[in-house]
Nanobody
Framework: QVQLVESGGGLVQAGGSLRLSCAASGRTVSSKAMAWFRQAPGKEREFVAAIVGSGGTTYYADVVKGRFTISRDNAKNTVYLQMNNLEPEDTAIYYC????????????WGQGTQVTVSS
């Protein structure tokens, strides 16, 4: 069993930065794939970024490449999402997910943290 708690969301102006954290309990984050998803009002959940494997291979949605960076601190059992040059279109609830399953599903999810980017 894994429990995930996101933090770091807030209100920021366009062009600003935020750093989201996802603290995991139950297992070290290095043992499972970890990902960030987001969901804006009236839209479906979308993939943002993932970090997988012992080598920490990363994947990003095209719309965030070059602006967002996913990383992990295995000693702290924490995954981060550094978000730079934020745009109003990035406004959403951001969710941390753990343990990728066949077909791309994830077994564990956090409660979400709100990110709002003003114009």
């Amino acid at each position: 069993q894994v429990q995930l708690v996101e933090s770091g969301g807030g209100l920021v102006q366009a062009g600003g930065s935020l750093r989201l954290s996802c603290a995991a309990s139950g297992r070290t984050v290095s043992s499972k794939a970890m990902a960030w998803f987001r969901q804006a009002p009236g839209k479906e959940r979308e993939f943002v970024a993932a970090i997988v494997g012992s080598g920490g291979t990363t994947y990003y949605a095209d719309v965030v490449k070059g602006r967002f960076t996913i990383s992990r601190d295995n000693a702290k059992n924490t995954v981060y999402l550094q978000m730079n040059n934020l745009e109003p279109e990035d406004t959403a609830i951001y969710y941390c997910a753990a343990e990728r399953l066949p077909g791309g599903r994830y077994r564990y999810w956090g409660q979400g943290t709100q990110v709002t980017v003003s114009s």
